[in-house]
Every structure is written in structure tokens, then in C-alpha cells.
């Protein structure tokens, strides 16, 4: 389950099955987001990016969810496995912005054996 | 691909002493972002450029934090007088494009830079 830890919010899950991590998003003009990973010591990994005239969006073994009249992203990861024990963070983009990216606080995600 | 090269890996300071953080980023992009991270939380973007030209350094404590992007391909980002609150990772990304953003419009991270102040 979920906990606030002193940090991070940390999800556990055990290993195959599956993970959703939450976030919720600033920013109603926002029309562009990405879910990245970060192991430690290493930068943030693009996982998975999805625009705001989307609702879903698939990738291997992650989904994506955009529920934009609630600004809510939600990253689902099939079948979990302990390479994906990381921080998970998602990304927003400002509507006509450029790019520039705005992140969340992230979650802990732990694969317990 | 190379990918995002940063420098040096870890630095200790003490505070009121001065620390500068290289970035190369990959090559043909055109935008250069430097975020700061600290324990536990996201990345947070300091300043973004787009070839030598500063987009946005609305959050660049400027009385400290310096940055350059001379020639439009490597950044530097100096911190003079450092202070124990600016321990933090620096993290160093680019990315291809410029305007609105598009499927595999990513930034690309480099391994970030650790800075601990004493």
C-alpha cells in the first residue's frame, strides 16, 4: 500500500504483480507530461510521455492515464519486477511554454520479493 | 549516442567557498536546462536555455548562482558564496527542440552533479 514516508510517498508491491503511482498535476494549461525514473545516484529516465488530447497512452509493460478534469496522471507498470524499484516522478509542461518542464515530488516504488 | 555528460560527479565544500559544474549536452540540442535537486524531492529548474540564450532564469538565486552557455554547446553553472542549503544534486538535461513540445520532445539527464556544503 501507500504511506507518507519522510520524504517520499513509497508504494510497495510485490514483485509481479501490479504498480499505479499518482500524481497530481499544478497546472490546468499544461498539455504536456512525462513519467520519469530515477535509481539512485543516476539522473531521471524517460519512461513514458503522453499529450493533453490524450486520455491513455501504452508502452511496453507501462500505461499511462490523464484525467485532466481532475489533473491527475497516473503511471501503471504491468507485472512489476525489482529493476523497477526507483522514484518515480512525473513531468508537466506549460501550454505554449516551450519547454519547460515542471516536476513532482515523486514516489518511492519498492518490489518486495 | 553520447549521452549528457556532467562534472565533477561530487564536490565538498565548505560554505562561503565558490564551486563551478560543467554540462556537455548531446549533441544537436538546442536547449540546456540545469535543475537543482535536493533530498527527497523533484527537480527543480534553475535556468533553461535555448542555444546561448537564456529562456528562463526566473528561479536562479542570482545573488550566487551564475550560468553560462558560451557558443551554444557546453554550460557552466558557479555558485559563489555557497551556502549549506545549496547541497543538493545538480542535474544537467537537454533536449532537441524549441516551442511547444511534441512525442519524444524529452529532456535527456545527465548523471547529475552531488554537491555537499560543510
Known amino acids: 500500500g501507500e504511506s507518507v514516508g519522510l520524504h517520499l510517498p513509497t508504494l510497495s508491491v510485490q514483485e509481479g504483480d501490479n504498480s499505479i503511482i499518482n500524481c497530481a498535476y499544478s497546472?490546468?494549461?499544461?498539455?504536456?507530461f512525462i513519467w520519469y525514473k530515477q535509481e539512485s545516484g543516476k539522473g531521471p529516465q524517460f519512461i513514458i510521455d503522453?499529450?493533453?488530447?490524450?486520455d491513455k497512452r501504452q508502452g511496453q509493460r507501462v500505461t499511462v492515464l490523464l484525467n485532466k478534469t481532475v489533473k491527475h496522471l497516473s503511471l501503471q507498470i504491468a507485472a512489476t519486477q525489482p529493476g523497477d524499484s526507483a522514484v518515480y516522478f512525473c513531468?508537466?509542461?506549460?501550454?505554449?511554454?516551450?519547454?519547460?518542464?515542471?516536476f513532482g515530488p515523486g514516489t518511492r516504488l519498492s518490489v518486495l520479493p | 549516442e553520447a549521452g549528457v555528460a556532467q562534472s565533477p560527479r561530487y564536490k565538498i565544500i565548505e560554505k562561503r567557498q565558490s564551486v563551478a559544474f560543467w554540462c556537455n549536452p548531446i549533441?544537436?540540442?538546442?536547449?540546456l536546462y540545469w535543475y537543482q535537486q535536493i533530498l527527497g524531492q523533484g527537480p527543480k529548474l534553475l535556468i533553461q536555455?535555448?542555444?546561448?540564450?537564456?529562456?528562463?532564469d526566473s528561479q536562479l538565486p542570482k545573488d550566487r548562482f551564475s550560468a553560462e552557455r558560451l557558443k551554444g554547446v557546453d554550460s557552466t553553472l558557479k555558485i559563489q558564496p555557497a551556502k549549506l542549503e545549496d547541497s543538493a544534486v545538480y542535474l544537467c538535461?537537454?533536449?532537441?527542440?524549441?516551442?511547444?513540445?511534441?512525442?519524444?520532445?524529452?529532456?535527456?539527464f545527465g548523471e547529475g552533479s552531488r554537491l555537499t556544503v560543510l
Open positions: 503522453i499529450r493533453s488530447n490524450m
Open positions: 538535461a537537454s533536449s532537441l527542440g524549441t516551442g511547444t513540445p511534441s512525442f519524444g520532445g524529452e529532456l535527456f
Open positions: 513531468a508537466e509542461n506549460l501550454e505554449n511554454y516551450g519547454q519547460n518542464f515542471v
Open positions: 549533441s544537436g540540442h538546442a536547449t
Open positions: 536555455f535555448q542555444n546561448n540564450g537564456v529562456v528562463d
Open positions: 497546472n490546468s494549461a499544461s498539455d504536456y
